[in-house]
């Protein structure tokens, strides 16, 4: 970054500022996007879906509370907002941990994969429509790279069904 007269590292010129909320746009009208698919068609928000789609992945589809929350970017508290709406329509359960009295794990029910499982084509249908057919793949590459930038451990591709 080259800084022009009266610049700081601290400051943001006019086109890195509209770099900056052009990005963050682009995430919100896309999770809006899928949020409302998901809700019509499924009646499932997209942080439910997120919960859902972690815990498939996870081993024994159960994880931590704790780690869970860090995983799909809720606060702990927001969280378990969120499982007890799933627990009480029996897509999740609670487990207490045998090693940790004070630990709780969030687990997968056969009714939450089967729900799972009706929601991800259309999840799926959304990135594609409002995010991978917009890129070429050239694109996709370098918007990859960049992202590798800001975070060079991203988590492993999964399949979501």
Not at 12 to 40: C, H, K, N, P, Y
Not at 51 to 79: F, I, K, T, W, Y
Not at 122 to 139: H, K, M, P, S, W
Request: glycine letters at 4%; a negative charge.
């Amino acid at each position: 970054m080259t800084l022009t007269a009266g610049e700081s590292r601290e400051s943001i010129g006019s086109e890195e500022l509209v770099v900056w909320r052009m990005l963050q746009r682009a995430q919100v009208r896309i999770t809006r996007v899928l949020e409302a698919d998901l809700l019509v068609e499924h009646d499932l928000a997209l942080a439910s879906y997120e919960v859902l789609l972690q815990l498939s992945e996870a081993p024994e589809r159960r994880l931590r509370m704790n780690d869970l929350a860090d995983r799909v970017l809720l606060s702990r508290s927001g969280l378990t907002r969120l499982i007890d709406r799933l627990q009480r329509d029996g897509l999740v359960e609670r487990e207490a941990c045998s090693s940790d009295a004070r630990g709780l794990f969030a687990v997968l029910t056969d009714g939450g994969a089967a729900r799972l499982a009706e929601a991800s084509p259309t999840y799926l249908r959304g990135i594609r429509a409002q995010f991978l057919d917009v890129l070429e793949a050239d694109e996709l590459r370098q918007c990859a790279a960049m992202l590798n930038k800001l975070f060079p451990d991203p988590p492993a591709p999964t399949d979501p069904y």
